[in-house]
Each structure stands twice: as structure tokens, then as C-alpha cells.
T-cell receptor, first 113, second 112 residues
């Protein structure tokens, strides 16, 4: 069965800490993996990863994909209270003649001042 | 630049009622989609469209209809609301087919 699993489910840290969020997947014909940040409303796009070993970086956030071990990590350094959110991982893959999209259930991050 | 706009933000319906959730985007994106988000579950694709006049089913299409008469608009219709359709609904758009990069703010729908 195709699946995307995120860990941990939730995390509480203090400002300035570094966190690593995990996303593992089991799908046929992987195409891409996306990370999103969801605060109170809409998910906002962070990164799209398609190639293994190439780090995507934006400010204090970075992400990398390992297509051999079937996982991705999202790193946040020097966390701030504004980083508090649910972080979603999603995978696009090809099965049964069509593209399919599987979202993980998310990691809830709370950053304390 | 408004991005993806959804209306209404909240709605309460009685079982059996019908309604339309509106979605509009001003980025000239060809690909639009509807997702529902339920507690403890990932976002699930309901229907999608790859361009005006073209729609297709996603993972959980039953009980919903869509149409795409223009590039900008992609309404989602609930034909006969059921309590199982209580959820938060997100409309999304992208330049191309794939996981979306722009979401609307969502519609919280409760079916009594």
C-alpha cells in the first residue's frame, strides 16, 4: 500500500533550537516530494524535491531527499515562535496509469519563547 | 494579486441540502484542484482540472461535482450533503499538473 509517514507527530522546542522533521514514503514510480507549512489556514509551499542528495535551502529552512532510503528531512535552524505550525509532506507518484498524490498527516511544531 | 480565493469561509448545512463552494484564481494557472482535510488524515484529492472544460476524479470524488468553464473558476458542488462531508475544503492551483503550490484559505463546512 502506498503511504507517506511523518515523524514525530508533534514537537515542542525553545527558540533558538534546531529541529529535524522526517518524511518517509513507500510509493510506486516516485515523481516528487513537497513540503508545506500550515498555520491557521492554507498550506504554504516550502520546497519541491525531485533529485536525491540535492539540498534545497531558504533562509533557516533546508530540505534534502534520499531516494535510495525513501525519505526526506526538513531542517529548521535557530527556530523562532513564528515557525510554530504544522509541517506537511506530500508525495506525487505514478500508478494505474495516472498521477496520484499522498499527503502525510503532518508534524505539529510548537516553538516556545 | 489575490492568488486563490475561496468563498464562503464557513458554512453549516443540514443533511440533504446542496451547495456550491466557490474557488477563483488570478494567476492564469491551468491546473486546479479540490482537497478535503480531516483530523488525523492527510489532505485528500476530490477532483481536479487540467484546463477549462477538462475535469477528472481524484481519490474521494463521491458526492461531489465540479465544472471548469473558465481558467479562473473551479466551483465544487455538494449534491446532497451528508455528515461524512463535514470537513475543511481547500482549493488549489498550479502552473502544471502535480502537487499544488498555491492553496486558498479553506472553507470549513459542517453538515448537521
Amino acid at each position: 500500500e502506498d503511504k507517506v509517514v511523518q515523524s514525530p507527530l508533534s514537537l515542542v522546542v525553545h527558540e533558538g533550537d534546531t529541529v529535524t522533521l522526517n518524511c518517509s514514503y513507500e510509493v510506486t514510480n516516485f515523481r516528487s516530494l513537497l513540503w508545506y507549512k500550515q498555520e491557521k489556514k492554507a498550506p504554504t509551499f516550502l520546497f519541491m524535491l525531485t533529485s536525491s542528495g540535492i539540498e534545497k535551502k531558504s533562509g533557516r529552512l533546508s530540505s534534502i531527499l534520499d531516494k535510495k532510503e525513501l525519505f526526506s528531512i526538513l531542517n529548521i535552524t535557530a527556530t523562532q515562535t513564528g515557525d510554530s505550525a504544522v509541517y506537511l509532506c506530500a508525495v506525487e507518484h505514478h500508478a494505474s496509469g495516472t498521477y496520484k498524490y499522498i499527503f502525510g498527516t503532518g508534524t505539529r511544531l510548537k516553538v516556545l519563547a | 494579486n489575490a492568488g486563490v480565493t475561496q468563498t464562503p469561509k464557513f458554512q453549516v448545512l443540514k443533511t440533504g441540502q446542496s451547495m456550491t463552494l466557490q474557488c477563483a484564481q488570478d494567476m492564469n494557472h491551468e491546473y486546479m484542484s479540490w482537497y478535503r482535510q480531516d483530523p488525523g488524515m492527510g489532505l485528500r484529492l476530490i477532483h481536479y482540472s487540467v484546463g477549462a472544460g477538462i475535469t477528472d476524479q481524484g481519490e474521494v470524488p463521491n458526492g461531489y461535482n465540479v465544472s471548469r468553464s473558465t481558467t479562473e473558476d473551479f466551483p465544487l458542488r455538494l449534491l446532497s450533503a451528508a455528515p461524512s462531508q463535514t470537513s475543511v475544503y481547500f482549493c488549489a492551483s498550479s502552473r502544471q499538473l502535480g502537487l499544488p503550490q498555491h492553496f486558498g484559505d479553506g472553507t470549513r463546512l459542517s453538515i448537521l
